[in-house]
C-alpha cells in the first residue's frame, strides 16, 4: 500500500507541511528512509553497540488457559534488548549477536521463566514459551479449582489488566471484559464503574447511559473501538449537540477489554478533556484452538413475574419473564487465519415507582422540625428494553510480521416508556389551622388535582466497519487504519398511535386535604378534595376530569463518522539505550444532523368551542391500566388512554385547536434545536519514547 486518502495529504498541506514531507508519509519505505537519515547520528553508535543480525521470535501462552497472551516482556538478560508480545502472544527480538542467550519472560500473575537460546549468526531462531503459575514447577500437574471455567477466565482478566497497566506508557487503567464473569444486559458501564475515577451518568435510574471521567460531563469523553472513533447519536431534546457516547450503542460481548486513558499520549486523539475509553475487540489468535461459550438468561422483575402475558408497557399485552443469550464463536483456522464471531440479545422488563414530596420549612409557623407538605406527585412507569448484537472480525496475516484485520459490528436498541401519575397540590395560600407535620389543611379556593401520561418509543441502531494493517520490520513497523461509524437514534409516538404527554385536570377545586403524611416514605394515607362550593370531589374517576393538552416530540438524530490513520515507528539504540521515534497523521470527519419538533393540541371538546364543558375524559378511561395503583399505598385511579385520545385526534379534527404561540413554537423548535453539523479535524504528531538505566525509566 502506497497511499493514504487524498484527505490526509491535504490535512498535512493545511498544517503547512512541504509536499515532500507529504509524499514521504504515505509511502512506507520511504518514511523509513527518512527516519534513518534523521537519527543518522545516533545510528553508528548503536550500531556498534549492537553488533550483530540473529534474530529470536516466538510466542507466549499461558499453560493453565492456553491461551496467548498480549503485552508478555521478553528480554534478554544482561542486555537492554527487549520486546512485548502483541495481540496474538507474538514476540521479536533482532540485531543479536550470535551465541548463547537467556531470554527471561514476565507477565503479570504467572511465574517468571528463564529460557536459553543459541542466537544464530544469520536468521531467525523460534522459541516458544508456556508461562504458568506462581509455585507450579515445570512438569507437575496444574490442578484446577471446583470452579474450573470462571475462576481461570477471571484470575485471566485480571492479570491481563494489571499486566497492561505495569507497562503503559502513560496512565491507563483496564477492565478486562472477563473479570466479573457473566453479567446480563451486556451493558458497558457494568463494567467500567469499578475503575477508580471513573463514575457514570444514568438518564432513566437503571441504565448507565454515559462514562464520567474524573467528574467531567460525558461530553467530554471520547470514545474509540481499536482506536477508531465510533459514532453517537444523542436523544435530540437539548438546544447543544453533544458528543457524548451513549453505552446503549455498544455490547460487552464484542469486546476483550475496556482501556480507561486520563493521560494522552501524542498517538492519542487531543479531542478531550476528561479522559479516553477505548474498547479493545477480541480476536481470534489468542486461542490456541477453537472456543465456544453460549450463555442463556431469564429476567425478571420482582413486580411483575408473571408467565403469562399482561397489559404495557405501551398498549399490547406482553411477557415480563424474557429470555436473553450470549454467543462467543472464536475460531484461529490456522497460522494465518482466523475469526470471531458474536451475537448477543437480551431483554430486560423493569417497574419504576416514584414518590415526589413538596414541603415548606420556613414562613407562617412551618420549619425543619415541624415542615408544611404543598404537594405530593406519585407515578409508575413500566418500561422495556431490547437490545441485540453482533459482530465479525477477521484477522489476517498475509506475510510474515503482517497483520490485516477487519471488523463489522451492530448494535440496536429499542426501548418502550409509559409513565403514568397524579399530582395534589394544596395551592401556595398560607398554611390553614389544624395543620401539623402528618397533615395539611388547604385553604378554601387554590388547590388543584392533575393526571398525566407521559409515553415513548424509541430505537437506535450503531454500526460500524473497521480496518487496520500492521506491518513490522526489524527496527520499524508501521500502522495504517481506516473506520467508518453510523448512528441513528429515532423517537416516535404520534407516528405509532399515541401521544408524547397528556394533561389532565380536575376542575372546579378549591380545597385539598392532605392525611396521616409520612415524609420519611414520601406517602399519605388519604386524600380530601373539594371543589370551590365546597363539595366533596372524587378525584380517582376520570370522568370528573377535563382533558386539556396533548403533545408530540418526534426525534431524528444521526451521527457518521469517518476516520483515517497512519502511523510509522523507528527503533534504534542510543548508546545502548532502546529508543523509538513515531510519526503519525490522522483526519476525522464527522456529521451530525439532528431534528426535533414538538407539536402541542388543545382539547376543546366535540363541539369546537373552548369551555364549553364537553371536555370531560369519560370516554377516555384506559380499560387495562385503570385501578392500578402508583405504588406508596396510593389507590388506583382511572388512568388516561392515550392511544383512544389519539383516535379522536386523528379522526375528530374539530374537538382539536393550536393557538399561535404553539405554532410558533413547532417552528421555533425544528430552528433552535435541530442542529447540522459537519466537523473535520486534522492532525500529525511526532512522538519518542526511549528507556533509560536499564530500563528503569521511560521517557515518553
Known amino acids: 500500500m502506497s497511499k493514504i486518502p487524498n484527505p490526509l495529504v491535504r490535512s498535512f498541506a493545511a498544517l503547512r507541511v512541504p509536499r515532500a514531507v507529504c509524499a514521504a508519509l504515505v509511502s512506507w519505505p520511504a518514511v523509513s528512509a527518512c527516519l534513518i537519515a534523521g537519527f543518522s547520528p545516533f545510528v553508528p553508535a548503536a550500531a556498534a553497540q549492537t553488533a550483530g543480525n540473529g534474530t529470536i521470535e516466538g510466542r507466549v501462552q499461558n499453560a493453565a488457559s492456553g491461551n496467548f497472551l498480549a503485552n508478555a516482556r521478553v528480554r534478554v538478560v544482561g542486555t537492554n534488548a527487549e520486546a512485548f508480545t502483541n495481540a496474538f502472544g507474538e514476540y521479536r527480538l533482532s540485531g543479536l549477536p550470535a551465541g548463547p542467550a537467556t531470554l527471561e519472560v514476565f507477565y503479570t500473575g504467572l511465574a517468571a521463566q528463564r529460557v536459553s537460546v543459541n542466537v544464530p549468526a544469520t536468521g531467525s531462531v523460534q522459541q516458544d514459551v508456556s508461562l504458568r503459575g506462581i509455585g507450579v514447577k515445570e512438569g507437575e500437574a496444574i490442578v484446577m479449582s471446583a470452579f474450573t471455567v470462571a475462576s481461570q477466565r477471571e484470575t485471566d482478566a485480571t492479570a491481563i489488566a494489571i499486566n497492561e497497566q505495569r507497562f503503559a506508557a502513560n496512565r491507563k487503567d483496564v477492565v478486562s471484559t472477563d473479570a466479573f464473569g457473566e453479567i446480563n444486559q451486556g451493558n458497558v458501564g457494568e463494567f467500567v464503574k469499578f475503575l477508580p475515577g471513573i463514575s457514570l451518568d444514568v438518564k432513566d435510574g437503571n441504565n448507565p447511559s454515559g462514562i464520567m471521567v474524573r467528574g467531567f460531563d460525558p461530553n467530554y469523553t471520547n470514545v474509540t473501538m481499536d482506536g477508531g472513533q465510533l459514532a453517537s447519536a444523542v436523544i435530540a431534546n437539548t438546544q447543544t449537540s453533544s458528543r457524548q457516547f451513549v453505552l446503549e450503542n455498544a455490547n460487552i460481548n464484542n469486546l476483550a477489554r475496556i482501556e480507561v486513558t486520563k493521560l494522552p499520549t501524542p498517538d492519542m486523539s487531543a479531542n478531550l478533556l476528561g479522559g479516553a475509553v477505548n474498547f479493545v475487540s477480541r480476536n481470534a489468535f489468542e486461542r490456541p484452538r477453537r472456543e465456544l461459550r453460549i450463555s442463556t438468561y431469564l429476567s425478571a422483575n420482582a413486580k411483575a413475574i408473571d408467565l403469562k402475558k399482561s397489559y404495557g408497557p ?225 378525584e380517582l374517576s376520570l370522568a370528573n376530569y377535563n382533558l386539556t393538552s396533548v403533545n408530540g416530540q418526534p426525534m431524528n438524530a444521526q451521527d457518521t463518522v469517518k476516520e483515517a490513520r497512519a502511523s510509522v515507528t523507528r527503533r534504534f539504540s542510543l548508546r545502548d539505550n532502546p529508543v523509538s521515534v513515531k510519526l503519525g497523521a490522522s483526519v476525522n470527519d464527522l456529521v451530525r444532523d439532528i431534528e426535533y419538533s414538538t407539536l402541542t393540541y388543545n382539547y376543546v371538546g366535540p363541539d369546537g368551542i373552548a369551555g364549553s364543558g364537553d371536555e370531560r375524559m369519560a370516554g377516555f378511561v384506559d380499560d387495562d391500566a385503570s385501578g392500578t395503583s402508583p405504588g406508596f399505598g396510593r389507590p388506583g385511579p382511572q388512568w388516561p388512554d392515550s392511544f383512544k385520545i389519539w383516535d379522536s385526534w386523528k379522526n375528530n379534527s374539530r374537538a382539536w385547536a393550536r393557538t399561535a404561540t404553539q405554532i410558533g413554537d413547532t417552528t421555533r423548535n425544528e430552528a433552535v434545536r435541530s442542529p447540522w453539523l459537519h466537523e473535520v479535524i486534522t492532525a500529525g504528531y511526532a512522538m519518542g519514547d526511549g528507556k533509560f538505566l536499564r530500563n528503569r525509566l521511560r521517557l515518553v
Open 314 to 538: 405501551l398498549q399490547d399485552d406482553t411477557v415480563k419473564i424474557l429470555p436473553s443469550f450470549d454467543l462467543q464463536w472464536a475460531h484461529p483456522v490456522n497460522k494465518r487465519i482466523g475469526y470471531v464471531v458474536t451475537a448477543a440479545q437480551s431483554s430486560q422488563y423493569y417497574l419504576q415507582n416514584r414518590s415526589v414530596l413538596g414541603a415548606r420549612f420556613t414562613s407562617a409557623g412551618a420549619t425543619v422540625a415541624n415542615p408544611y407538605t404543598t404537594n405530593m406527585n406519585t407515578n409508575f412507569a413500566p418500561n422495556r428494553t431490547d437490545r441485540t448484537s453482533g459482530s465479525i472480525k477477521v484477522d489476517l496475516k498475509p506475510w510474515e510480521r503482517n497483520v490485516v484485520s477487519v471488523l463489522v459490528q451492530a448494535n440496536a436498541f429499542k426501548q418502550q416508556q409509559a409513565s403514568r401519575g397524579i399530582n395534589y397540590n394544596v395551592g401556595a395560600n398560607a398554611p390553614q389551622p389544624g395543620w401539623d407535620e402528618h397533615n395539611t389543611i388547604g385553604a378554601a379556593t387554590g388547590g388543584s388535582v392533575g393526571m398525566g401520561n407521559s409515553f415513548q418509543s424509541r430505537h437506535g441502531l450503531t454500526r460500524a466497519v473497521m480496518g487496520s494493517w500492521n506491518c513490522a520490520g526489524t527496527d520499524w513497523m508501521g500502522e495504517v487504519a481506516g473506520s467508518w461509524s453510523h448512528s441513528n437514534n429515532r423517537v416516535r409516538d404520534i407516528a405509532k398511535g399515541f401521544f408524547n404527554s397528556v394533561s389532565v385536570a380536575l376542575p372546579n377545586v378549591g380545597r385539598v386535604n392532605l392525611r396521616d403524611i409520612d415524609h420519611a416514605r414520601a406517602r399519605f394515607g388519604t386524600a380530601e378534595v373539594f371543589s370551590t362550593a365546597g363539595a366533596r370531589i372524587n
